[in-house]
Every structure is written in C-alpha cells, then in structure tokens.
C-alpha cells in the first residue's frame, strides 16, 4: 500500500510540474505618461470584445518576456518601449497561462500609440481607472496600476 501511494504521489508531482512547465506566460505593459496609464479595448473574441486591458500578448518560443513584450507594443500600437522592471503579481490566466506586467517607458515623448488590433486605445488617468470594465485578469492589477499612474 505504501508504494502504491507512493506511486499515486509521485505521479501527481510529475503531472503538476507538466502543468508548469506548459504554463504560457502572457506579458502585459504598464506605461505612464503626464500622470496616465495607456490601455487598449479589445475588438476580439466576442468574450472579451470591448474589455479594456493592458497592451501586451504571449511570450513566443525563443523570445524573452522583455523582447515579447517590444515586440506586442510595436504589433499592436506602433510604439516603441522599454521595459523597466516588473510589477504587481503573476495573475493566472485560466486555459491561458500566467499575465506578468512590466512597467514600461514610452521611447518618444510625442509619439501617439495608436490602435492597430485594438477598438481604441486610451491615456486613463489614475482617478478613472477602477472604472473601466477591464478584462479580468488585468482587474486584479487596478491597485498596482493606480499607485504606478499616482507615482509618475
Ligand atoms: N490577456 C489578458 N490581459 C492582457 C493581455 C492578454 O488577460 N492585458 C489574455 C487574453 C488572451 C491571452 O491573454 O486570453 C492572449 O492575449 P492576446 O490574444 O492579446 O495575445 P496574442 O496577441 O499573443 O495572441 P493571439 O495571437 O492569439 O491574438
């Protein structure tokens, strides 16, 4: 009976560390400019058409988290950032993955992002921000996204 549960046990770590290792990480851009933070509306899938969220997409195979992250900015804006460093927490992303934010600084000071991908995409500041309907991972970062947008 013992190794039986042994077995049991040792199959589950084995399967949970297949579930890691297939957790895609999803990376998000937090950028501020003049005291607000720029979001995107989403014109797709019909589940989420509409929601705002953080500009951002998968993490392809072979790309860094930062490289993905230049790289969706330019896809979906037409701008160029650097990211900075990571905030708030790893939000799990269901059927997804894990959403993992950078802080992120705009290149040029008068260049406008515009919605390539996106319905729209806007400069919020930090007062308007628990108003939006975010999309809900990106919901759980409202606290974080405020204290940044206050901050800069
Ligand atoms: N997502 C999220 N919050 C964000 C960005 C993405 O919750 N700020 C979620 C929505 C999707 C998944 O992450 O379930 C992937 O997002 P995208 O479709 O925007 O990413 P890609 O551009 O990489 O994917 P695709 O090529 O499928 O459009």
Same mark, same amino acid.
């Given at each position: 009976l013992v190794l039986r549960?042994? @077995? /049991?046990? %040792? !199959?589950q770590v084995e399967l949970r560390s297949l579930e890691l290792a297939a957790a895609k990480i999803v990376v998000a851009a937090a950028v501020v400019r003049e005291g607000k933070l720029l979001v995107q509306q989403r014109s797709y899938p019909m589940s989420l058409a509409g929601k705002w969220e953080l500009p951002g997409g998968r993490v392809e195979p072979g790309e860094t988290e930062v490289e993905a992250l230049v790289r969706e900015c330019h896809e979906e804006m037409g701008v160029v950032v650097r990211p900075l460093g990571r905030l708030g927490p790893d939000i799990p992303l269901p059927g997804v993955g894990l959403l993992r934010t950078? !802080? +992120? &600084?705009? #290149? /040029? /000071? #008068? $260049?406008?992002? %515009? @919605? $390539?991908?996106?319905? /729209? $995409?806007? &400069? $919020?500041? +930090? @007062?308007h921000l628990a108003g939006l309907d975010w999309v809900a991972a990106d919901r759980v970062l409202v606290p974080a996204l405020v204290a940044?947008?206050?901050q800069v």
């Amino acid at each position: 009976l013992v190794l039986r549960l042994l @077995a /049991a046990h %040792r !199959t589950q770590v084995e399967l949970r560390s297949l579930e890691l290792a297939a957790a895609k990480i999803v990376v998000a851009a937090a950028v501020v400019r003049e005291g607000k933070l720029l979001v995107q509306q989403r014109s797709y899938p019909m589940s989420l058409a509409g929601k705002w969220e953080l500009p951002g997409g998968r993490v392809e195979p072979g790309e860094t988290e930062v490289e993905a992250l230049v790289r969706e900015c330019h896809e979906e804006m037409g701008v160029v950032v650097r990211p900075l460093g990571r905030l708030g927490p790893d939000i799990p992303l269901p059927g997804v993955g894990l959403l993992r934010t950078h !802080t +992120a &600084w705009l #290149d /040029a /000071a #008068d $260049v406008q992002p %515009r @919605a $390539v991908e996106h319905r /729209a $995409v806007r &400069w $919020v500041a +930090a @007062a308007h921000l628990a108003g939006l309907d975010w999309v809900a991972a990106d919901r759980v970062l409202v606290p974080a996204l405020v204290a940044l947008t206050e901050q800069v």
